[in-house]
């Protein structure tokens, strides 16, 4: 069984159409994430949800809206999009609280924008 | 940014042990030490953490300076499939926040 799972794995899309990207994680946690790794390989976190509630909204454009409709489930929705969207989502999950607070990530969803 | 500098490549012998330093001068009091790695084309995946106590698990040790300006991942006996990134991570104290710096490329060699 999958803890964190991303949908869809590939994603090839034109310029300006509006996209979503589904995360579920099984683990029990309260807390989500999403982070975007560009072709430099850099990773950056986006947003991060604690039981529904956005707790980290880093600099991102408004294009991008995370939607929690509970806690195992955080999906990611992107609208316009722009060549320089073109990257792999990951989303991550833990367990909020305490020194531990572990993240669990999914495989990622790599996105092309052309 | 990170807080932390790694180099950003290194080899290794298959077998061996692999040592992965790491800087975080400006670490404060209360955060925690993070290693993570990312094998090509995965997610990235958790390896261990600490405060200011060495921690071993099954995956590794790490070994923390007593001023806590630096530390050191060990893989005692590396083998092929440690070949990833490896990222050192100093989680921003009161959040799930983590930052990743460039990380540490390991070839683990035959």
């Known amino acids: 069984d999958t803890a964190v799972s991303q949908t869809p794995k590939y994603l090839v899309t034109q310029m300006g159409n509006d996209k979503s990207i589904k995360c579920e994680q099984n683990l029990g946690h309260d807390t989500m994430y999403w982070y975007k790794q560009d072709s430099k390989k850099f990773l950056k976190i986006m947003f991060s949800?604690?039981?529904?509630?956005?707790?980290i909204n880093e600099t991102v454009p408004n294009r991008f809206s995370p939607k929690s409709p509970d806690k195992a489930h955080l999906n990611l929705h992107i609208n316009s999009l722009e060549l320089g969207d073109s990257a792999v989502y990951f989303c991550?999950?833990?367990?909020?609280?305490?020194?531990?607070?572990?993240?669990?990530f999914g495989a990622g969803t790599r996105l092309s924008v052309l | 940014d990170a807080k932390t500098t790694q180099p950003p490549s290194m080899d290794c012998a298959e077998g061996r042990a692999a040592n992965l330093p790491c800087n975080h001068s400006?670490?404060?009091?209360?955060?925690?030490v993070y290693w993570y790695r990312q094998i090509h084309s995965q997610g990235p995946q958790y390896i261990i953490h600490?405060?200011?106590n060495n921690e071993t698990n099954e995956m590794a040790s790490l070994i923390i300076t007593e001023d806590r300006k630096s530390s050191t991942l060990i893989l005692p006996h590396a083998t092929l499939r440690d070949t990833a990134v490896y990222y050192c991570i100093v989680r921003v104290a009161g959040t799930g926040k983590l930052i990743f710096g460039q990380g540490t490329t390991l070839q683990v060699k035959p």
């Open positions: 991550a999950s833990s367990l909020a609280g305490g020194p531990k607070n572990i993240q669990y």
């Open positions: 949800y604690n039981n529904k509630e956005l707790i």
């Open positions: 400006t670490i404060s009091g209360n955060e925690y």
């Open positions: 600490g405060l200011k």
